[in-house]
């Protein structure tokens, strides 16, 4: 059975692969082009697969209305409306430009998630190499399949949907004409309680599916990422800032460079760590012979003297006969002379 897997700017993402991590950059530009240019650069040190953005802007995404449907009770952004929240965090459109050139500059692939049709035509324009269907868009089945028309690989968020929604987003990118698609597990809270993660849903959704899984993490941490990989996460994404106190909407929620650069690194090496099913011993392991126990003379034997556990004893260090065969040799007799220290072997022993 082949292994699912989709290709970013040449970079295969798969469960046999290390995993691909993406930098949210969001709204953490906190309204300043120089500091979106230095989240790309820092993302880049750090050692991310690769950046992502959102193209919107606020009369994309919502209507300058403020009734009651409109205004944003409890959590980071209480007390605005929708219009005020998405006016202060979009990513202007002029600024794309300039992002994509500067990370092509610093040979780190840029996406984005598009939030209506213009955005997707946008980035096409900017010839993006992939696209991100947020976990709010995941119902939004029209914009699924104009993102797929491009032909682009495609990562869907399943943020807030049921396992119908899935099903469903999946089938409009596959409908309008998607070949490499890949999921993420995903919970809408800003931050989201580890608690509430239920990673074991991502081997799951493994099985059913049968595409490239991973997980969009709004945890304050690289923990419930990092076991994400663990369980076949072959993406992670986290929101990323330069300073988690900036003020920003999404600042407080995200990582700092030193936290991406440990998520990087520790993610990786929880890949490696998975390896294979181990039947033989490692190449670690192979110089510690010596401090497994085996069977060894202990006192002086002549050729015919019989085996007993005052003349043959488990011991350190481990190049005899395991001690699992003592039985069988007690009581054997000895084919010629052996000194103490000596390791026994099959050979030096007459079996019946």
């Given at each position: ?43 880049k040190k750090a050692g991310a697969d690769a950046v992502k953005l959102q193209t919107y802007t606020a009369d994309t995404i919502t209507l300058n209305c403020d009734s009651e449907d409109f205004q944003i009770h409890g959590g980071l952004w209480d007390g605005k409306t929708l219009y005020e929240l998405y006016q202060e965090a979009h990513m202007p459109w002029e600024w794309h430009k300039p992002l994509f050139e500067h990370a092509r500059q610093l040979e780190i692939p840029i996406f984005s998630s598009p939030f209506d049709n213009t955005a997707v035509d946008l980035l096409e324009d900017l010839n993006a190499p992939a696209y991100k269907i947020a976990s709010f868009e ?215």
């Open positions: 059975m082949s292994i699912p897997s989709i290709q970013i700017a040449g970079r295969r993402i798969a469960a046999d692969e290390p995993p691909y991590i993406i930098a949210e950059l969001s709204a953490n530009h906190n309204g300043k082009l120089e500091t979106a240019l230095k989240i790309i650069e820092e993302a995941a119902i939004d089945l029209p914009l699924i399949r104009y993102v797929a028309s491009t032909g682009k690989p495609m990562i869907i968020s399943t943020g807030m949907t049921n396992a119908e929604e899935v099903e469903e987003a999946i089938a409009a990118a596959r409908e309008g004409g998607c070949r490499e698609l890949a999921i993420l597990h995903c919970v809408s809270g800003y931050p989201a309680p580890s608690d509430e993660y239920n990673l074991r849903t991502i081997p799951a959704m493994m099985e059913r599916h049968g595409l490239v899984t991973g997980l969009s993490d709004h945890t304050l941490d690289n923990t419930t990422a990092i076991a994400s990989v663990a369980l076949g996460a072959s993406i992670v994404e986290k929101h990323f800032t330069l300073d988690r106190k900036g003020g920003g909407p999404d600042d407080s929620f995200s990582l700092e460079p030193a936290d991406l650069s440990d998520l990087c690194r520790h993610a990786r090496i929880a890949w490696a760590a998975l390896g294979k099913v181990k039947t033989e011993r490692s190449a670690s392991e192979k110089g510690n012979a010596q401090f497994r126990r085996s069977l060894y003379v202990c006192k002086p034997l002549k050729k015919g003297e019989i085996i007993t556990p005052e003349n043959v004893r488990s011991v350190r260090p481990g190049f005899g006969l395991q001690p699992k065969y003592f039985d069988r040799v007690r009581g054997k007799e000895i084919k010629q002379d052996l000194e103490p220290g000596t390791a026994l072997t099959w050979e030096m022993v007459k079996l019946d």
